[in-house]
């Protein structure tokens, strides 16, 4: 424990006075967005301390706030309730003027753990002088890099495990050790401010002058957390009509911002609608109707009632004279706000207005800390009290109020900014900079620790406290720590909600509440642009545009940049915060005085037993700044390698890895929710699963974090190829891009897309490992032709969901239905059958060639596909075509698309009607689909002559589709003949059922049989497959002659397995 010494010393000139810093990230409260699936390397499995109480603990809740009641109420209650207060009050001035936590215990348990290491230990300005010329600048550029900067080449093989893995020749990844660089040679000063406040008034008149009243609501609501306060009743029918209770965070209650007060603009007030609440609600922003019904029928009223006319010929005179103005803000005095208030209780009890009911009043301020900054408390209760008596009438002020205290330990240095004339750190030389005395704190990972231990240790075993550390740029003996008390702990009963500790140093980043690269929609730059804009045409037209993602992104770059140049010379300190009850913040200010301590200014002297770091500005920013820039290059490094047709999936999950590596780059993120960076391996129990056991691996954080003390990543990137090494790729965790989860109604179908993509990505692959083996390549052929097929049968039950049968939904979307007469009939509602099928002369597409190109092509030029030219069909289609090319070359691609255009023929006969606004036309009259009906004269009239023999199997075999004719089919040729192709054949999908492994273990296989072969037989003869025929008979018109020839066929009839002779060729 550190002896800080009080003492009366002058204000300091030099103090940094930070303006912003909102609480560390992500933030506690939970999202009011609805449940939306996860991203897989976002760990379920990380064990998080949880709290509060899930939506069926109503009585729970009810419960406790029943009995906090009963216990203050009564005289014996009252007076244990007031000890309480006042014995915490005594407890935090005294973290309030010196830091409670063991230090000289957790130093001197961790110096004999340092001592018995055996691994190499280097401090951070060490480390970074010894890798100074390993990883080329990037962060400073205004654009990506291309492949004409050949980072790639900048950067051997080796250095990139060096840098990314700290493995070097010695094969060991060092240990990075913060006591290395640590100062002990200049004391800290201690201010105190009041960061914020927040409460629920009990009436409007709390504001003494007047408030600044915005009749209009804002598009997104500023009050985006739950405040850490007590989740709140709410009351909402059902969908089944029954009204349920339950109790939700005040920011997921609908509400609005009222206005701001007058004399403390800082103040925002709220009006909270419990009872508007819906459980289906994305927003809680009131709708347009219930603003409507509040503001003409309860709230306009009132005040042109209170107000006089000399007032309210400037306010607005209803709803839609309101739509129609900017946002501006009224004036409403103080006079009448009481009455106002008044009125409003009583309206809303009136009929058509009683969903107003309970309406409450929610009053916030929020970054007071520069305004009440001091360095004494008495100092610091003036300058708050100067503006909050000014501006609040604390007659309205409830017990259910509280206060931010803070405290902040700053370095003695005095602070400046970078000059013009500083050229060195101007032009990025941060190197070659001269020595500043500017200092930065950083709080040990073990203080923080041994105080969270503490405060456990004084609270009942059946409290539940939430904590929650964050490590520092990716450090594992330093970061942030927020403490939130239990609901039912008996700190929060005396008033303490919650406390924070975390460095200063963090606002360099800070913007609000945003950091950078936290928008999760840059990983879209990792993907390949078809696949981007094919989830975008499934997912429902979201749209992650490249262009301004790609500006985004280089933007964020250079505010980091810059941010950290300029702050090279200014000293930052540590913070803490607690955000305590009204009645403990008077407690609080009571004990200083009964202490005699308000007046003193604390000193904190450095000594081995503080409970922080001290380091040069310049050490901490030349690590952070090296932290995010090598990320950088990984990401850029690897994008610059992009063929310009498509992405590898392996190539987008390394870019993936690096861009939500940035997120913990530089300050305090939750590393510990994304299982991808923190686990190294997970088992998990998944009966799907051939042993019963999911198998998941990440870049191991947890495990290089502790025992190297920062986050190398482990041994599973192969550097030469920036792809995930074998067997780890296959089950590494960066497999679900954010734009995915994005797509919340249509998850299902985009990550469809996904997998697809996955699949021909993979066997683009093999195709260039199998090279060298024809029969493998013609498997894989056939695999690429099955999935594009497939695809296409999805893609056509998709559009037309909403017309099919329930039964037949789910087989009918995973292109399991073949797309034959009878089956689509089948499939659809009984209220859409039969088909309607498309006939007459005058229409668009009468050429099965045509309709092949308009449905399948992409380099013709000729037919506009407005909204389904990006159908993830074709986007298979053109990614297979490209991986059958590079294997294969040109011509070996074109007979590939020959070879899929003819099994389309062969199979699928019920084709869509496309036209140049829709993927399938719809009849004017009858508002049905229509489909094209492909026909062939020749195969009909044989199929038809089997069947009269009575050795026709229904519905036809896979295997029969070989033998079907390529060339002759068209459109049907009328309506009134009926002439539709009354068969069913079932699609060639056998491959697309086996899984992954299976299909290499085939390849592995052919592989080793053509290696056993002689060199004379490598290559294996290709078996000629006959085709049906029978002549075509004359009834049907003058259409093309066909005659038999003798070959063997696979059908046979009911009376024995007896082969047909039969045969179909054009004469």
């Keep these: 424990m550190i002896s800080e010494i009080p003492c009366h010393a002058p204000e300091l000139d030099g103090l940094d006075i930070s303006h912003l810093l909102p609480p560390p990230t992500p933030p506690l409260e939970p999202s009011l967005s609805q449940e939306t699936p996860s991203r897989n390397d976002e760990d379920p499995g990380v064990s998080l301390p949880v709290l509060g109480l899930l939506e069926g603990d109503t009585e729970d809740l009810a419960s406790i706030a029943t009995a906090h009641d009963a216990e203050i109420s009564s005289p014996a209650h009252h007076a244990h309730y007031e000890s309480r207060v006042k014995r915490l009050g005594r407890q935090m001035v005294q973290q309030l003027i010196r830091f409670q936590g063991r230090c000289t215990d957790c130093h001197r348990s961790a110096k004999v753990q340092h001592d018995q290491t055996q691994r190499e230990h280097i401090g951070l300005a060490a480390y970074l002088e010894s890798t100074a010329d390993i990883c080329p600048e990037v962060l400073s550029s205004t654009r990506i890099a291309s492949p004409e900067d050949d980072l790639s080449g900048k950067m051997s093989s080796s250095d990139r495990r060096r840098v990314y893995c700290g493995l070097g020749s010695g094969g060991q990844a060092p240990h990075i050790c913060l006591n290395e660089d640590e100062r002990i040679t200049h004391v800290a000063g201690v201010s105190f401010d009041v960061d914020s406040v927040t409460g629920f008034p009990s009436n409007l008149a709390v504001a003494k002058q007047g408030i600044r009243w915005s009749p209009t609501q804002m598009p997104i609501s500023d009050l985006q957390s739950d405040l850490h306060l007590c989740p709140r009743p709410v009351q909402y029918l059902d969908m089944v009509g029954n009204q349920r209770r339950v109790h939700r965070p005040v920011h997921q209650i609908p509400h609005y911002t009222f206005g701001r007060l007058i004399g403390f603009e800082d103040v925002s007030l709220y009006l909270l609608f419990p009872n508007l609440y819906r459980e289906e609600q994305k927003s809680s922003r009131l709708r347009d109707e219930d603003f409507r019904t509040w503001m003409d029928g309860v709230l306009l009223p009132i005040i042109h009632n209170h107000y006089s006319n000399s007032h309210v010929q400037h306010y607005p005179s209803s709803y839609g004279h309101i739509a129609r103005e900017q946002q501006l803000k009224y004036y409403l005095p103080p006079e009448s706000l009481g009455a106002v208030w008044a009125s409003i209780q009583h309206a809303v009890q009136e009929p058509g207005f009683r969903h107003f009911r309970d309406i409450t009043v929610l009053l916030q301020a929020k970054n007071l800390k520069v305004l009440t900054k001091d360095i004494t408390w008495s100092q610091t209760m003036v300058r708050f009290r100067n503006y909050w008596t000014h501006a609040i009438d604390e007659e309205y002020v409830t017990g259910d109020f509280y206060f931010d205290v803070g405290k902040e330990t700053c370095p003695q240095q005095a602070s400046r900014a970078t000059s013009i004339g500083d050229e060195g750190v101007l032009n990025g030389d941060i190197d070659n900079l001269a020595c500043t005395p500017a200092g930065t704190l950083l709080y040990k990972r073990c203080c923080l620790q041994s105080y969270s231990h503490l405060a456990q240790n004084d609270v009942a075993a059946q409290e539940i406290e939430k904590q929650m550390f964050y490590p520092f740029s990716m450090l594992h003996d330093t970061g942030s720590l927020t403490v939130e008390t239990g609901q039912r702990s008996s700190r929060r009963k005396a008033g303490l909600l919650y406390s924070q500790f975390y460095p200063s140093v963090k606002e360099v980043f800070a913007a609000g509440k945003v950091y950078p690269f936290t928008n999760t929609a840059i990983e879209t730059l990792a993907l390949d642009k078809k696949l981007r804009r094919t989830w975008e045409l499934v997912g429902g037209a979201l749209s992650h545009q490249p262009a301004a993602l790609m500006k985004a992104y280089l933007y964020t770059k250079l505010r980091c940049h810059f941010a950290l140049l300029g702050s090279i010379k200014k000293s930052f300190g540590i913070r803490e915060e607690h955000r305590v009850s009204n009645g403990l913040f008077n407690a609080i200010d009571t004990e200083f005085h009964d202490q005699q301590l308000q007046g003193e200014h604390f000193m904190a002297p450095a000594n081995q037993n503080s409970p922080y770091y001290n380091f040069t500005t310049e050490t901490v920013l030349r690590w952070v700044r090296w932290n995010i820039n090598k990320f950088c290059v990984g990401f850029e490094m690897v994008y610059s390698l992009q063929d310009p047709h498509f992405v590898t999936w392996e190539h987008t999950r390394i870019m993936l890895m690096f861009l939500r590596c940035l997120q913990f780059s530089y300050s305090g993120g939750l590393i510990q929710k994304s299982g991808g960076c923190w686990q190294d391996l997970r088992l998990q129990p998944d009966s799907s699963q051939p042993n019963g056991l999911r198998r998941t691996e990440g870049l191991g954080f947890r495990h290089t974090m502790e025992t190297y003390g920062y986050a190398w990543f482990l041994d599973k990137v192969d550097w030469e190829t920036l792809t995930f090494k074998q067997p780890h790729a296959a089950f590494m965790m960066f497999n679900n891009p954010s734009m995915q989860a994005a797509f919340h109604a249509r998850y299902r179908?985009?990550?469809?897309?996904?997998?697809?993509?996955?699949?021909?990505?993979?066997?683009?692959?093999?195709?260039?490992?199998?090279?060298?083996?024809?029969?493998?390549?013609?498997?894989?052929?056939?695999?690429?032709?099955?999935?594009?097929?497939?695809?296409?049968?999805?893609?056509?039950?998709?559009?037309?969901?909403?017309?099919?049968?329930?039964?037949?939904?789910?087989?009918?979307?995973?292109?399991?239905?073949?797309?034959?007469?009878?089956?689509?009939?089948?499939?659809?509602?009984?209220?859409?059958?039969?088909?309607?099928?498309?006939?007459?002369?005058?229409?668009?597409?009468?050429?099965?060639?045509?309709?092949?190109?308009?449905?399948?092509?992409?380099?013709?030029?000729?037919?506009?596909?407005?909204?389904?030219?990006?159908?993830?069909?074709?986007?298979?289609?053109?990614?297979?075509?490209?991986?059958?090319?590079?294997?294969?070359?040109?011509?070996?691609?074109?007979?590939?698309?020959?070879?899929?255009?003819?099994?389309?023929?062969?199979?699928?006969?019920?084709?869509?009607?496309?036209?140049?606004?829709?993927?399938?036309?719809?009849?004017?009259?009858?508002?049905?689909?229509?489909?094209?009906?492909?026909?062939?004269?020749?195969?009909?009239?044989?199929?038809?002559?089997?069947?009269?023999?009575?050795?026709?199997?229904?519905?036809?075999?896979?295997?029969?589709?070989?033998?079907?004719?390529?060339?002759?089919?068209?459109?049907?040729?009328?309506?009134?003949?009926?002439?539709?192709?009354?068969?069913?054949?079932?699609?060639?999908?056998?491959?697309?059922?086996?899984?992954?492994?299976?299909?290499?273990?085939?390849?592995?296989?052919?592989?080793?049989?053509?290696?056993?072969?002689?060199?004379?037989?490598?290559?294996?003869?290709?078996?000629?497959?006959?085709?049906?025929?029978?002549?075509?008979?004359?009834?049907?018109?003058?259409?093309?002659?066909?005659?038999?020839?003798?070959?063997?066929?696979?059908?046979?009839?009911?009376?024995?397995?007896?082969?047909?002779?039969?045969?179909?060729?054009?004469?």
């Design 749 to 1067: 179908q985009v990550r469809d897309v996904r997998i697809d993509f996955i699949r021909v990505d993979k066997a683009g692959q093999w195709m260039i490992e199998f090279s060298s083996v024809p029969d493998c390549l013609q498997l894989l052929e056939k695999y690429f032709q099955q999935l594009c097929l497939c695809a296409f049968r999805k893609d056509v039950f998709t559009y037309i969901k909403s017309v099919l049968h329930p039964d037949h939904v789910e087989a009918a979307l995973a292109g399991e239905v073949p797309l034959c007469y009878d089956s689509v009939h089948d499939a659809l509602a009984e209220r859409h059958r039969p088909p309607q099928l498309a006939y007459g002369n005058r229409l668009a597409v009468k050429n099965i060639d045509v309709l092949f190109a308009w449905l399948w092509e992409w380099k013709d030029g000729h037919f506009e596909r407005k909204g389904w030219k990006d159908k993830p069909y074709r986007m298979l289609f053109q990614q297979s075509f490209q991986a059958v090319k590079t294997a294969r070359g040109v011509d070996g691609a074109r007979k590939w698309r020959q070879e899929l255009k003819k099994s389309f023929f062969k199979s699928h006969w019920m084709l869509p009607y496309p036209q140049s606004q829709g993927f399938m036309r719809k009849d004017k009259e009858t508002k049905e689909f229509v489909w094209w009906p492909s026909f062939h004269r020749g195969l009909n009239s044989y199929y038809t002559q089997l069947q009269q023999l009575g050795s026709l199997a229904q519905p036809l075999p896979t295997s029969n589709i070989k033998h079907h004719p390529s060339n002759g089919w068209e459109l049907s040729p009328g309506y009134f003949t009926n002439s539709h192709m009354p068969y069913v054949v079932h699609p060639e999908q056998k491959l697309l059922r086996i899984s992954q492994d299976e299909l290499f273990g085939k390849l592995v296989r052919l592989r080793e049989q053509n290696l056993a072969s002689s060199p004379r037989n490598m290559t294996t003869p290709s078996v000629a497959v006959s085709e049906f025929s029978i002549s075509t008979p004359d009834h049907l018109g003058n259409a093309e002659k066909w005659c038999y020839i003798p070959i063997v066929c696979p059908i046979f009839s009911k009376r024995g397995n007896l082969p047909l002779l039969i045969g179909l060729h054009p004469c």
